[in-house]
């Protein structure tokens, strides 16, 4: 496992998360890092991605104004602030980390532009 991602937990509708990501070794080194997430018999899908050197972000439409991605260099770490959670949000949360430098959010929001993945942190909602 490359990447540790944890934070998740149940929340009633309107509730807040942050989840956490970060590398198992010392540093994340590549271009970018994205956070997917996994519902039961759908697709994985693009939730929100930061570039860890200028720390440009992208949001899918489904949780712009919602959500917000943000890095800690000092801490090596890229976080996922949650507000205003949805049932529709519940699923298992993933980082991954893309290393080759470059990508606009066509790039970015594609699981097969990242190299690394974590083993997911699971968001339940209730209604």
């Known amino acids: 496992v490359q990447l540790q991602a944890s934070g998740g937990g149940l929340v009633q509708t309107g509730g807040s998360l942050r989840l956490s990501c970060a590398p198992s070794?010392?540093?994340?080194?590549?271009?970018?890092v994205g956070w997917f997430r996994q519902a039961p018999g759908k697709e994985r899908e693009f939730v929100a991605a930061?570039?860890?050197?200028?720390?440009?972000?992208y949001y899918a439409d489904s949780v712009k104004g919602r959500f917000a991605i943000s890095r800690d260099p000092t801490k090596h770490m890229v976080f996922l602030q949650m507000i205003s959670l949805e049932p529709a949000d519940t699923a298992v949360y993933l980082c991954?980390?893309?290393?080759?430098?470059?990508?606009?959010?066509?790039?970015?929001?594609?699981?097969?532009?990242?190299?690394?993945w974590g083993q997911g942190t699971q968001v339940t909602v209730s209604s």
């Open positions: 991954a980390e893309r290393l080759a430098y470059g990508g606009s959010y066509y790039t970015l929001n594609s699981r097969d532009a990242y190299d690394y």
């Open positions: 930061i570039t860890w050197r200028n720390g440009n972000t």
């Open positions: 070794r010392p540093t994340f080194s590549g271009y970018a």
